[in-house]
Nanobody
Framework: QVQLVESGGGLVQAGASLRLSCAVS????????MGWFRQAPGKEREFVAA????????LYADSVKGRFTISRDNAKNTVYLQMNSLKPEDTAAYYC?????????????????WGQGTQVTVSS
């Protein structure tokens, strides 16, 4: 059973930075792509960023490109999301997720294990 636990969320002012972490238990971590998604109140969950198992490729939503950076440390079974220049519209619950085997993309339905989420609130 794979478990994902996010941490690092909080309340910050616009322009600040936060780094989210996602600790993953289970032997599948190093062989799977990982992703970050977010969900604001009243909105659908949306893709934020993804990274291949080897960190050779990354994907970003246009809304966060140039501000957010996804990375992973396979030795620590952890994936990170560095968020800089935060904006009020980044306010959401952020979730990490483990992709299906061999999948690398942005489709929410192709991620099979999810964390419980960590709240990020950006004030103006």
């Amino acid at each position: 059973q794979v478990q994902l636990v996010e941490s690092g969320g909080g309340l910050v002012q616009a322009g600040a930075s936060l780094r989210l972490s996602c600790a993953v238990s289970g032997r599948t971590f190093s062989s799977r792509a990982m992703g970050w998604f977010r969900q604001a109140p009243g909105k659908e969950r949306e893709f934020v960023a993804a990274i291949t198992w080897s960190s050779s490729s990354t994907l970003y939503a246009d809304s966060v490109k140039g501000r957010f950076t996804i990375s992973r440390d396979n030795a620590k079974n952890t994936v990170y999301l560095q968020m800089n220049s935060l904006k009020p519209e980044d306010t959401a619950a952020y979730y990490c997720a483990l992709a299906d085997a061999w999948y690398f993309g942005i489709d929410t339905k192709r991620f099979n294990s999810w964390g419980q989420g960590t709240q990020v609130t950006v004030s103006s």
